[in-house]
């Protein structure tokens, strides 16, 4: 749960930081570069935390299973 918390926390910070960055900048560009690197840690980010959840899902017992369908 620690974890979670961690990488939602996390996620917010880059999606701040993102929204100040250009998109548009060149890949060349130190923007650009820090731009593109922020796409990536926010996709990692969210594969993690959908990873929890799968793994929280399958670990609930039968009902809860049949309540989330």
Known sequence: MLRLLELLNM???LN???RVLDRDAC???R???TYAKTLV???LIELEI???KKD???SAPCNI???QS
Do not use: N, R
């Open 50 to 52: 959908e990873d929890m």
């Open 27 to 29: 890949l060349q560009t």
């Open 56 to 58: 929280a899902l399958e």
């Open 16 to 18: 701040e930081i993102k």
């Open 65 to 67: 299973k049949l309540i």
């Open 31 to 33: 923007e650009g570069m």
């Open 11 to 13: 996620k917010k910070e």
């Open 41 to 43: 840690k926010l996709v």
